[in-house]
């Protein structure tokens, strides 16, 4: 059983074009997140959802807009790409504490490499 | 603000080497969590640890071992005996409890070891 699942997991596009990526989790996690990582490997916080509600959105440009159906389902739209926009993009989740307000563990889906021609 | 910081960029070793990957952390929260992640050829970031920062028991999971010390504000990860299936990028992370949790990464050690 895959606990987060992201597709596709290569999408290659041409400059100005409009694309989605899905995902979707099945171990009943409250919050939903998505990270960049650059060409250099950086790993860097976009945003994240919590039930449904946007917590974070990290200085993204609003070209990238997160839609969050339920709270299994994160998905990700960029409008126009740019080839800056080329990366891998993760999907995470984790759920809140008994206490909180830390979460468990994020796990993390496998990926979607980016590529902007 | 936080940050966590891997200065070692890539480590060479050969089989059956030990190996340690540094991490050093920066944070003004008291209670954070930190994290080891595994990013293999394949490319998915596999979870390794997490550690309370009110636990500074050091931790041992087969081959690998965690050395945390909040003194030097330190999470260390030690791996015995390294085999080439350990080769991989690995990233050391700090979360930020009052915000959501997010992962704070550092940019990562590539280890690569030979047979």
């Known amino acids: 059983d895959t606990a987060v699942s992201q597709t596709p997991k290569y999408l290659v596009t041409q400059m100005g074009n409009d694309k989605s990526i899905k995902c979707e989790q099945n171990l009943g996690h409250d919050t939903m997140y998505w990270y960049k990582q650059d060409s250099k490997k950086f790993l860097k916080i976009m945003f994240s959802y919590n039930n449904k509600e946007l917590i974070i959105n990290e200085t993204v440009p609003n070209r990238f807009s997160p839609k969050s159906p339920d709270k299994a389902h994160l998905n990700l739209h960029i409008n126009s790409l740019e080839l800056g926009d080329s990366a891998v993009y993760f999907c995470?989740?984790?759920?809140?504490?008994?206490?909180?307000?830390?979460?468990?563990?994020?796990?993390f889906g496998p990926g979607t490499r980016l590529t902007v021609l | 603000a936080q940050k966590v910081t891997q200065a070692q960029t890539e480590i060479s070793v050969v089989e059956k080497e030990d190996v340690t990957l540094d991490c050093v952390y920066e944070t003004r929260d008291t209670t954070y969590y930190l994290f080891w992640y595994k990013q293999p050829p394949s490319g998915e970031l596999v979870f390794l640890i997490r550690r309370n920062s009110f636990d500074e028991q050091n931790e041992i999971s087969g081959r690998y071992s965690w050395n945390f010390q909040k003194s030097t504000s330190s999470f260390n990860f030690t791996i015995t005996a390294s085999q080439v299936v350990d080769s991989a990028v690995y990233f050391c992370a700090l979360s930020d409890p009052y915000n959501t949790d997010k992962l704070i990464f550092g940019t990562g050690t590539r280890l690569q070891v030979f047979p």
């Open positions: 995470a989740s984790s759920q809140e504490l008994a206490g909180g307000p830390q979460r468990d563990t994020q796990y």
